[in-house]
Structures are given as C-alpha cells and as structure tokens.
DNA sequence: CGAAAAATAT
DNA sequence: GATATTTTTC
C-alpha cells in the first residue's frame, strides 16, 4: 500500500507538471489522470487507506476526489485551459483537476507559455496575440467597410494605429468587390498636427488595395506595359473616383522600381540558376506562377475565392550594359521585414 | 513626367 | 533602427 501510495504520488507531480501543456498532450494528461484514478480505488477498496492520502501527496491534496495540484502550477493552468477559447475537449475523466474554473476569460495567456505553444489551433487567424487582436479586426471590418473612401480622415482620437495584420486582412477582405480597400494607413499617428490650415495639412496616404492595383495593371497592360505608361493615361483607364495622378504616378514610380528588380521575399534564394525569376508571356515579362492568369485580368467577377491573381507587367530587364539611371539604392533587400510590405506585389493571393 | 527627398507606416 | 509605401518637391 505504501508502495501504491507513492506511485499515486510521483504520478501525481507528473500530472501536475503536464497539466501545464494540457493542450498540447491532452491524450498523456488523460492517461495519467487514469492511472491515478484506478490506484485510488484500488488503493480505497482497502479499509485503512483514507486517511492515508488526505494532505500526504505533494500536491496540497483536496478531497479525494478532486486531484490535488500544486498550486505554482495552478497559475499557469488558469491562464492557459481557462482563459482560452472554451474549445477544450472539455470531456475530461469526471474527476479532472480543473478547480481553474474561475474563467477569467479576460487573463491573456502568459507569454511563456505562448512560446511553448507547439502548434496553433486556429491557423487562418494572425497568428498568436489573439484576444486583442480579434476584437480590433472585427471592429475594424465593420466600420472600415470597404467603402472607398479617397481619403480617410480618421478622427478619433490619438491611438487609431491599426494592427498589421488587421489592415491585411481588412484589405483582403473587401478586396473582392470594393475598389478601394480604404484604410490602411492608420491615420493617426504620427499626424498630431492641428488638424485646420486645410492647404498644408499632408494628403493622406492612399492604400493601394489588390483591386486598385487590378486596375492599375489592366491600365498598364492596355497601355502596353509599364514603361510606357504614363500616369495621366493610367489613371484614366482606372476610372476610378478620387484618384489623382500623383498617386499613380507614385504607384507607378514604386511598380517600376519593383519590376526592376524584384526582390523574393524572404527566400534566401538569391544567385539561383535555375528557376528563372520572370517567364516572357506575350511579350511581356511576368514572374513564372502568375502568367497563366494574365489573361483573365479584368473584371474577374471579383470572386473572393478565385484567387485571380494578375501577374505584373514587368518591362523586360534592360541589358546589363544599360544605363543604371535608376539609382534606386541597391541596398541588398535582406529584410524579411519587408516580406510583408509588399505583399501583394508578387504574392500569390 | 520622372527622380528623389520627405513623410509615414510597419 | 530598418524598410516599405506614399506624398511632395524638384
């Protein structure tokens, strides 16, 4: 019985030390919350065992029936099982642990034990920092709308930064039908200065949604590529509503330099031989996996789903032996920081 | 109109 | 602090 007991014991500080990962090993939490269960009936069927384990184990033991849990493991577990998303397969055995019940939904999970995460349950979401994050996204979806709104004003108060992955999404979102994704730029910040003197208040920054840029390369393509097009033209053939010349024009500027030289994301896959960065499709340059869907450019019936991507159009790289007129700082692009910048330039969404 | 600087945003 | 994006200036 003493024997038994002690097995009782050291499963229980196993337990205790598992609880922590509950979501990660569930299966293992189970078994071991078992195994106890069975060696306290066997050990109960015996008449001279209940006093034996009230207060003996080191777990600060309750009643029998509740499994006792060390209480500086009982910190993170609140946080962790409880403050979560109530998805938990919450068909623990009956006698599961869990005096966590005080919910405290509010408590965020504690970073340690974010880092510890060994997979993520809910994959489209940005990923981690959810609670907070999720909230903004939907609000930021409702008022954010779509609506092309030529130039945000956002008024309230101070603080409106809006969260990276919020903006990406939002732009995402609204990308299938509305023209301009609107927000983007989180007003704000910055700014600060007094609103009135209406002439040399700073333009708000245009956000260049997928749609927009749909349009821009229908123009381009229309045009006859990028280095021919000229910002008035451009914009006319966009027809769209409150976009001015400079802000092609600019748009513009940056499509050149990035067709230029395009810079892969992240893969650190600079000299590569093989795999040509840009397949010729037309006549027109374009990167390998869009050019199938060139064709079908235009209106694409703004299917989200579709995933119509419109590939680039990319002046042919000029000879080697050409000018270097543009002098676009060669900085050799090693950010990944950047990955996310340009996103939709040779995404694949 | 194009290039580059300046301002912002991330 | 480094980049990326957009606005302004030249």
Redesign the pocket.
């Known amino acids: 019985m003493q024997r038994c007991q002690e097995y009782i014991e050291a499963l229980e500080k196993e337990r205790c030390k598992i609880q922590v990962f509950e979501r990660e090993l569930p299966l293992c939490l189970d078994l071991v919350t078992q195994a106890i269960e069975s060696c306290r009936q066997q050990l109960s069927w015996s008449p001279t065992t209940t006093e034996y384990f009230h207060g003996q184990s080191e777990c600060s033991g309750q009643t029998s029936s509740e499994v006792p849990v060390l209480e500086e493991f009982i910190i993170p577990i609140k946080r962790s099982s409880c403050s979560d998303d109530d998805e938990e397969q919450s068909e623990k055995p009956k006698n599961n642990n869990k005096d966590c019940k005080s919910n405290d939904k509010s408590l965020k999970k504690s970073d340690w034990l974010t880092s510890f995460q060994l997979w993520n349950e809910t994959p489209d979401l940005p990923t981690k920092e959810d609670s907070p994050r999720n909230l903004s996204v939907i609000e930021l979806k409702k008022n954010g709308g779509g609506a092309f709104h030529p130039f945000k004003k956002e008024k309230s108060g101070g603080t409106t ?2 969260d ?1 992955p919020v ?1 990406v999404l939002a732009i995402a979102a609204s990308s299938s039908t509305e023209i301009g994704g609107g927000d ?8 600060k200065k007094e609103e009135k003197e209406g002439q040399s208040q ?7 949604s997928p749609e927009l840029h749909r349009r821009f390369l229908h123009a381009l393509q229309q045009l006859g590529g990028s280095h021919v097009a ?4 451009i914009r006319e053939l966009m027809k769209v509503d409150g976009l001015t ?3 092609v ?6 499509y ?1 330099l ?1 067709t230029r030289r395009p ?1 892969p994301p992240s893969i650190h896959n600079n000299n590569n031989p093989q795999q040509p960065q840009f397949v010729v499709v037309g006549g027109i340059w374009v990167p390998p996996p869009e050019y199938t869907v060139v064709a079908a450019s235009g209106e694409a019936s703004g299917v989200a789903t579709t995933n119509g991507i419109y590939a680039p159009i990319a002046a042919p790289p000029p000879p080697p032996t050409q000018r270097q ?4 700082s060669n ?1 050799s ?3 990944e ?2 990955s ?3 996103w939709w ?1 040779w995404w694949s969404v």
């Open positions: 930064k809006t990276p903006s983007c730029g989180g007003g704000s910040g910055g700014g700073r333009k708000a920054r245009r956000c260049w000229t910002p008035k033209q010349n400079d802000e024009k600019s748009h513009l500027q940056k050149r990035h810079t007129q543009y002098n676009q900085q692009h090693s950010g920081r950047g996310h910048r340009g330039w």
